[in-house]
């Protein structure tokens, strides 16, 4: 709560045209969203907790606003993180030349106040043998930084049973269903915020 108005208007506020802000809140005290009526691209429904364990209740959640979308791209995002408002201009250009199966993007990372950290990926992982003979992926790293066509996320809902699995979070499960399934990139950086607290899910 001390961050979502914040995470909505870095998602309302894109230097792009043609993206709808889907907000899916089952929090005990629904939101106040008065402050974002004036936005048309922006759709907000309260709706009861779907599970005591927080990973199913992201995937139901995710799965409602993915029902309720109407675009060709999903970007997923965490009530406590933020989009750059450069995010979808990038993606678009990207696309151009890289068709989208699945993105991660290797987010910023930012403490409560604000202040970045800095993000180095191990330079292991760097190395062209590792990254053809065990794993072309720097790190798993959250929900908020992925991006995926919503056709894909369709058939991980139909196809993968993500449910069954209680602790794994979404991001995993949809790692592994991509990276088995499809082509999967992980090229662009400094499009996504991932705040660094006490309270996140990942801790």
Request: proline fraction near 2%; aromatic fraction near 16%.
């Amino acid at each position: 709560a001390n961050y979502i108005d914040e995470c909505i208007l870095s998602s309302l506020n894109q230097n792009y045209e043609n993206f709808e802000v889907i907000v899916i809140d089952s929090s005990d005290i629904k939101l106040n969203i008065e402050k974002f009526k004036s936005y048309e691209n922006f759709k907000y429904f309260h709706i009861k907790k779907y599970s005591e364990y927080p990973e199913v209740n992201q995937m139901y959640k995710i799965e409602l606003g993915f029902k309720e979308s109407s675009g060709d791209y999903i970007c997923l995002l965490d009530g406590d993180d933020k989009f750059s408002d450069k995010k979808l201009n990038k993606l678009n250009e990207y696309n151009k030349s890289n068709d989208i199966i699945f993105n991660q993007d290797i987010p910023f990372l930012i403490y409560d106040d604000g202040k970045k950290i800095s993000f180095e990926i191990k330079k292991y992982k760097k190395n062209y043998f590792y990254r053809k003979l065990i794993i072309d992926w720097p790190q798993i790293y959250g929900t908020s930084s992925i991006t995926v066509k919503k056709s894909i996320l369709e058939n991980f809902f139909n196809k993968s049973s993500p449910y069954k699995w209680k602790y794994l979070a979404i991001d995993v499960q949809l790692i592994l269903f991509c990276l088995i399934n499809f082509k999967i990139n992980n090229q662009l950086d400094q499009i996504t915020f991932k705040r660094k607290h006490d309270r996140s899910l990942g801790d």
